[in-house]
T-cell receptor, first 111, second 115 residues
Framework: GESVGLHLPTLSVQEGDNSIINCAYSNSASDYFIWYKQESGKGPQFIIDIRSNMDKRQGQRVTVLLNKTVKHLSLQIAATQPGDSAVYFCAENKNTDKLIFGTGTRLQVFP | DAGVIQSPRHEVTEMGQEVTLRCKPI?????LFWYRQTMMRGLELLIYFNNNVPIDDSGMPEDRFSAKMPNASFSTLKIQPSEPRDSAVYFCASKAGGLRSETQYFGPGTRLLVL
């Protein structure tokens, strides 16, 4: 049937809780992965990246985990705040100039 | 650093009119990307440039779309004639060249509405 639009999975979390956003990537040969945050009315903003020779990388309140065996990427946000509410995209790269973006996950933070 | 700059931020036009979107990449970045974002199709790469040369335009929807990069600090995306289905948010992104420089930095986007 005809698509009526992308269905964005939504994650709802309480302020102060930890959030985990998941992403399945497509190409087992991809060697670079990146997470972007997009707030309403704004462009995607870089959060954190990781190379395939690593399985974990930490930033400020964020951690990215990479499981190459099952082609899975996750973004963990500690102590989620209202300002974290946004759509989060993962993207992959296989030694090219282009990024392949996922469809995104909407994170909603409620008080 | 000012980041990627796009103009206009909003554009409303009538079907059949020419639309020109503008982008100034981050100074020193060798790559410039044009994306389109819609609810139906998500974020799509339209075209990208390296050192002002178009490298891959396979994402450009049709001949009504054209993009240029006359110098390292300026690029345009033109739609002529525009159609209602072109309504979307258009993003420009840039990245540095060289090895291990995959991170793209996005501008704020141009929200286009074609009536």
């Amino acid at each position: 049937g005809e698509s009526v639009g992308l269905h964005l999975p939504t994650l709802s979390v309480q302020e102060g809780d930890n959030s985990i956003i998941n992403c399945a990537y497509s190409n087992s040969a991809s060697d670079y992965f990146i997470w972007y945050k997009q707030e309403s009315g704004k462009g995607p903003q870089f959060i954190i990246d990781i190379r395939s020779n690593m399985d974990k990388r930490q930033g400020q309140r964020v951690t990215v985990l990479l499981n190459k065996t099952v082609k899975h990427l996750s973004l963990q946000i500690a102590a989620t705040q209202p300002g974290d509410s946004a759509v989060y995209f993962c993207a992959e790269n296989k030694n090219t100039d282009k990024l392949i973006f996922g469809t995104g996950t909407r994170l909603q933070v409620f008080p | 650093d000012a980041g990627v700059i796009q103009s206009p931020r909003h554009e409303v036009t009538e079907m059949g009119q020419e639309v020109t979107l503008r982008c100034k990449p981050i100074s020193g970045h060798d790559y410039l990307f044009w994306y389109r974002q819609t609810m139906m199709r998500g974020l799509e790469l339209l075209i990208y440039f390296n050192n002002n040369v178009p490298i891959d335009d396979s994402g450009m929807p049709e001949d009504r779309f054209s993009a240029k990069m006359p110098n390292a600090s300026f690029s345009t995306l033109k739609i002529q004639p525009s159609e209602p289905r072109d309504s979307a948010v258009y993003f420009c992104a840039s990245k540095a060249g060289g090895l291990r420089s995959e991170t793209q930095y996005f501008g704020p986007g141009t929200r286009l509405l074609v009536l």
